[in-house]
């Protein structure tokens, strides 16, 4: 039975867009909050672990970039699934610069002279001064920004290749492994190289709280990867409903030999 192209294309198209939609979103706002740290036992309400390792102190500190990144991943494997490792590359480069054009509008936004009255309204009893605030919050350092779009498109180029190399070996079955077993290579690497060009090579961080912070992300991560595993195999489901199992079975055929 031969397959109505346009329907194809059509249904391949807003597919993809709608990825990209949830990618791009997810990854823009995990790089905007990345630059704050957090305790992750005080914001559960413990006392700080001070746990002493062969590196330091270890506290269970890590970047509010992070709380989101496992959708980026996710998504981003279900773009490899269905559009093959240059689906990938295309998002992920398109993603790049996204990335970087909104730092530069944000840094423009702190540059711009605060009106007196917004100033007069927030100070407050203590006199808090909102737009310095906005500046020090939205105004990503070089550091930070390098170190994430490096991190960013390292990580989503290895994950890439990787899950194809598992898909070689599994053909269309196994989709938890090639999605968890791609994830948890790329992210050990983006966890480790956005913080330490960001906040050790550009910044002041000791390494033991680079690795810390580091493990902290991608521990995250990992467990993260592993508990959303039933999400990739819902998110196939509705996708070979949307496009139906013919088409379906098209596109993972295609993109597994991209």
Same mark, same amino acid.
């Given at each position: 039975m031969s397959i109505d192209t346009s329907i194809l294309n059509s249904k391949r198209s807003k597919l993809y867009v709608f990825l990209f939609g949830i990618f791009l979103t997810n990854a823009i706002v995990a790089e905007i909050v990345g630059a704050k740290i957090f305790s992750v036992e005080q914001t559960l309400g413990f006392s700080p672990l001070h746990l002493q390792t062969f590196f330091g102190t270890w506290d *269970?500190?890590?970047?509010? =970039?992070?709380?989101?990144? %496992?959708? !980026?991943? @996710?998504? $981003?494997? @279900?773009?490899?699934?269905? /559009? =093959?490792?240059? =689906? !990938?590359?295309? *998002? $992920?480069?398109?993603?790049? =610069? /996204?990335i970087a054009y909104s730092f530069v509008i944000i840094y423009g936004a702190t540059l711009l002279t605060p009106a007196q009255f917004w100033i007069d309204v927030n100070k407050g009893d203590n006199n808090f001064d909102i737009n310095y605030a906005f500046a020090k919050i939205f105004r990503q350092g070089l550091g930070i920004i390098t170190g994430s779009l490096s991190a960013f498109l390292i990580s989503q180029i290895l994950d890439a290749y990787v899950f194809h190399s598992i898909r070689k070996v599994t053909g269309h079955k196994k989709i938890w492994l090639r999605a968890t077993g791609s994830t948890l290579v790329s992210q050990l690497i983006d966890s480790f190289v956005v913080i330490g060009i960001a906040f050790v090579v550009f910044g002041n961080w000791t390494i033991d709280q680079w690795i810390s912070t580091s493990l902290n992300n991608y521990l995250y991560k990992f /467990?993260?990867? *592993?508990?959303?595993? %039933?999400?990739i195999y819902l998110a196939h489901n509705l996708i070979d409903g949307y496009l139906g199992k013919e088409l379906s079975d098209e596109l993972i055929s295609e993109a597994g030999q991209a």
């Amino acid at each position: 039975m031969s397959i109505d192209t346009s329907i194809l294309n059509s249904k391949r198209s807003k597919l993809y867009v709608f990825l990209f939609g949830i990618f791009l979103t997810n990854a823009i706002v995990a790089e905007i909050v990345g630059a704050k740290i957090f305790s992750v036992e005080q914001t559960l309400g413990f006392s700080p672990l001070h746990l002493q390792t062969f590196f330091g102190t270890w506290d *269970i500190n890590q970047t509010a =970039g992070a709380l989101n990144w %496992p959708f !980026v991943f @996710i998504t $981003s494997d @279900i773009i490899n699934e269905y /559009f =093959g490792t240059k =689906g !990938v590359k295309k *998002i $992920s480069f398109l993603t790049a =610069g /996204f990335i970087a054009y909104s730092f530069v509008i944000i840094y423009g936004a702190t540059l711009l002279t605060p009106a007196q009255f917004w100033i007069d309204v927030n100070k407050g009893d203590n006199n808090f001064d909102i737009n310095y605030a906005f500046a020090k919050i939205f105004r990503q350092g070089l550091g930070i920004i390098t170190g994430s779009l490096s991190a960013f498109l390292i990580s989503q180029i290895l994950d890439a290749y990787v899950f194809h190399s598992i898909r070689k070996v599994t053909g269309h079955k196994k989709i938890w492994l090639r999605a968890t077993g791609s994830t948890l290579v790329s992210q050990l690497i983006d966890s480790f190289v956005v913080i330490g060009i960001a906040f050790v090579v550009f910044g002041n961080w000791t390494i033991d709280q680079w690795i810390s912070t580091s493990l902290n992300n991608y521990l995250y991560k990992f /467990f993260s990867a *592993i508990l959303m595993t %039933p999400l990739i195999y819902l998110a196939h489901n509705l996708i070979d409903g949307y496009l139906g199992k013919e088409l379906s079975d098209e596109l993972i055929s295609e993109a597994g030999q991209a």
